[in-house]
């Protein structure tokens, strides 16, 4: 029924309808932290407005994402949607060819790893 709506419902519009009527409520457990709608909202926020000024990223343009299950994935995520750049997700466990093959397949010009992943990208140009 949501695809059907012109434009079609997205997952950031249900997202934003849950910010707007239960902010405080939780979204989030990772480990000992609770985060909720409202604390995503700013994260995402945040990390939208460093990619755009910061990175120069602008809608359309592919990212590819290279992160560990954890919660800036999901914050990462809602960034890059309310930029209009499709992700290209890539499994973080991917290495060698596999994962060059990804890369290439994605056509991203930008990709965001964590920190642990720094460095190995020189060899590929990415």
């Known amino acids: 029924r949501r695809m059907a709506t012109k434009p079609a419902t997205t997952l950031l519009d249900v997202f934003r309808q849950h910010v707007r009527r239960r902010p405080r409520h939780p979204l989030l457990l990772f480990q ?34 290279f992160l560990p299950n954890e919660p800036a994935y999901l914050w990462t995520w809602l960034a890059l949607a309310k930029l209009g750049c499709p992700m290209a997700c890539l499994n973080c466990n991917v290495r060698g060819r596999a994962l060059r093959h990804a890369l290439e397949a994605a056509e991203a010009t930008v990709m965001l790893a964590s920190p642990g992943e720094r460095g190995q990208w020189r060899v590929w140009g990415v």
């Open 32 to 65: 000992d932290q609770v985060l909720t709608y409202e604390d995503v909202e700013r994260r995402s926020n945040r990390a939208a407005w460093a990619l755009l000024r910061r990175a120069g990223l602008r809608g359309g343009q592919a990212v590819a994402v």
